[in-house]
């Protein structure tokens, strides 16, 4: 009797875990070596556009389209929707072409970004039943993956629009056809898209959590502390200068937690870590020049933060209480699971 492959795997399920787990290895291989070739080779990249998906932006807000259901979805186009819009206006479709290179679906599927801020934006929301939302709005409203994906596409062509000529010569600069890279036309330097690294950091005492807020943020709303880090620093250098700079505290310990790619305003690289300071040494001293206030919070406060999924309003549409950035932002996540292990360590 002949026995298949399925029937051996079902046999072995430790075979078929080690088997499964190649071959979703593989494809994940093969993606990113199919987008290492698209950076690489422009023409590839060109054939690739004709059957990958397009996110449309105009003006670097991102087209989104709301479903029955009343929630918003990215609006995913195909070069020939494009080129059918294009041809309606009587526009070039060259167009096309200054579209990047975003990344890869998991069924291999090439996604692309494009800006058509120079066509009339009201005749492409029509043409594509769709509409362009400013990106703070559309992080809101997006589910899941999507919003990190408008968050690239986005950040990427900002990138390509603020730098079309050369720092050193003041010449143009030409991009290659994925949009990976700009290449100075006189004097062959190369431009690759760049993040701004900033830490961020939710300090602990042990029992309580320090959070701040600036004057420019939404009212009611407290943070983790950021910043920016400085030429030639480390994680850990950072975040100890901006906790002593903006709060006065030592720090003691840190823990890495994760990290976000944050397109507001531009795009930063958020590294995201936990710190303790000692409950004896945890006195705020704040920098008025940075920040409006920097509280400790118990977890009943925190808890109470993290329930709403609004932040609370007057009658006239403000903020009230305290409240924590959404979750989306990387500052949540930290809070969250600054939380959880108050709960698990009561
Ligand atoms: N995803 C998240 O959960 C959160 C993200 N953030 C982001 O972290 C970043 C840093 O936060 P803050 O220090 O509060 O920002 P900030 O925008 O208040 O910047 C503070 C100062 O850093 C300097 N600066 C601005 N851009 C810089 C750059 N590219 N490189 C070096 N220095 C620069 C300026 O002097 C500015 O006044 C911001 O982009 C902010 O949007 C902040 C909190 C939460």
Known sequence: ?????????????????????????????????????????????????????????????????????????????????????LGKLRENEQLLNTSVLIGCSDSGVPQFSLDVGSLEQAFVEEMCGGVFIDLRKAFFLLKGPEAPLVAKGQALLRWHQTHAYCSATGQPTQRNQAGSQRVCLQNGATYYPQMAPVVIVLVSDGRRCLLARQSTFPRGMYSALAGFCDMGETTEETLRREVAEEVGLEVESLQYSGSQHWPFPQSSFMVACHATVSPDRAEVNLNGAELEDARWFTLAEIEEALKRKTPPRSTKGEPTEFWVPPSYAIANKLILEWANHRKSHK
Do not use: N, W
């Open 1 to 85: 009797m002949m026995v298949t492959t399925m029937q051996l795997l079902l046999r072995s399920p430790l075979k078929s875990i080690r088997l499964l787990a190649s071959r979703d290895c593989s494809s994940y291989v093969s993606r990113m070596r199919y987008l290492m070739r698209l950076k690489e080779d422009d023409d590839a990249c060109r054939v690739a556009l004709q059957s990958g998906t397009l996110m449309l932006f105009h003006k670097l807000a991102p087209l989104l389209r709301p479903t029955e259901r009343g929630i918003y979805q990215l609006h995913k186009l195909q070069a020939s929707d494009v080129k059918g819009i």
